[in-house]
């Protein structure tokens, strides 16, 4: 059997073997269930082109990739818009994975609804990664449950391990349009740690970090791990589940990057958290937008190491028994052969 995974964006670096094997979502092990695997970039998007080709070029690129890829038995992409409708020419199962699906449907035009819609009923499975987010594109979509599920995401439990002694840091990690760096900065404003943010610089427009903050950008992965590994506390600091902006999956990979170091974290609390951390276990969850919630919950870990200790070794833990690579296959290979 052959699996085709099809990205947006290459994945050439990480099958390379120079960056974490996380965005692969366990293609790497798929062979040890007897699935062969092939990775597909789309050929309208191989090249920069201007402006308004590359606008085109972007959703076209859905309409041509059933007939790009060739003989394969069922494909696996984040591309839903429109490739499972065009596969259905080919009579090509696709499974879809769902980064931010629901937020699209919030925004989208009754026409854009409606298409998107038809696209979805032509996957043969949606991959969701929390129930929260499987129960709403359900219920707002109108989709079978039956090809709806649940699936969290992994890490690479291997390139992220366990960092030895303990950082003098708060760090910050991710780019997502639904981090609230603002709250962050009013929280941390004076605390006697430095605060290290990783992030684009679009993330802080607006914003003036006080004198104890650093922002840090285009970071390579292996100095993205030492940041991690130099860190006390790791922040994730988004908005509200009803912020328009970002994805609802959004922060999953720096949670699961931080979790696989070993790293205390605080976290804003959103649904899809719940199905990758329980509260004062892995981690402990604010409310949203809540800078004093914020900055109480970050001095309590830094000032009790024995607390930090637990919730890193408690995080390191459940990625080890739920949320690595090699696992991730073993759930996604039964789903494609069913599609098959």
């Not at 080919?90 to 609804?113: C, D, E, Q, T």
């Not at 004062?280 to 830094?302: F, H, K």
Request: glycine letters at 6%; hydrophobic letters at 45%.
């Amino acid at each position: 059997m052959k699996a085709t995974f099809v990205y947006p964006n290459s994945r050439r670096d990480v099958l390379a073997g120079d960056e974490p094997d996380t965005q692969l979502h366990g293609a790497l092990y798929l062979h040890e269930h007897g699935i062969e695997v092939a990775f597909h970039d789309p050929l309208l998007t191989r090249r920069a082109l201007p402006r308004p080709l590359a606008r085109l070029a972007w959703t076209a690129r859905e309409l041509t990739v059933p007939v790009e890829v060739g003989r394969t038995d069922v494909v696996f992409t984040p591309l839903a818009a429109l490739l499972p409708l065009a596969a259905r020419a080919r009579a090509l199962p696709v499974v879809a994975i769902n980064f931010g699906l629901n937020l699209i449907w919030r925004r989208a035009s009754p026409p854009r609804r409606s298409l998107l819609r038809a696209s979805l009923r032509s996957a043969a499975r949606v991959v969701c990664l929390g129930e929260s987010q499987r129960t709403e594109l359900v219920e707002t979509a109108h989709l079978d449950p039956r090809r709806v599920l649940t699936l969290p995401i992994p890490v690479d439990d291997r390139y992220f391990a366990p960092a030895t002694g303990r950082g003098d840091s708060v760090l910050a990690v991710g780019k997502d349009l639904a981090r609230d760096y603002g709250t962050l900065l009013a929280a941390t404003a004076s605390l006697p740690a430095e605060v290290r943010i990783v992030a684009h610089p679009r993330n802080l427009t607006g914003l003036v970090p006080p004198a104890n903050a650093l922002v840090l950008r285009d970071l390579p992965y292996a100095s993205l791990r030492a940041e991690y590994g130099r860190a006390a506390c790791v922040v994730l600091p988004q908005r509200s589940d009803a912020y328009p902006f970002g994805s609802e999956g959004g922060g999953l990979t720096a949670l699961l990057e931080a979790m696989a170091c070993a790293r205390p974290v605080v976290a804003t609390e959103r649904a899809i958290l719940h199905d990758y951390v329980e509260d004062g276990v892995e981690a402990i969850l604010v409310p949203p937008e809540d800078p004093q919630a914020l900055r109480a919950a970050v001095e309590r870990v830094l000032g009790d190491p024995e607390l930090a200790r637990s919730l890193g070794e408690a995080a390191r833990a459940r990625v080890e028994r739920s949320h690595t690579s090699r696992a991730f296959a073993a759930r996604l290979a039964p789903v494609l052969r069913s599609v098959v």
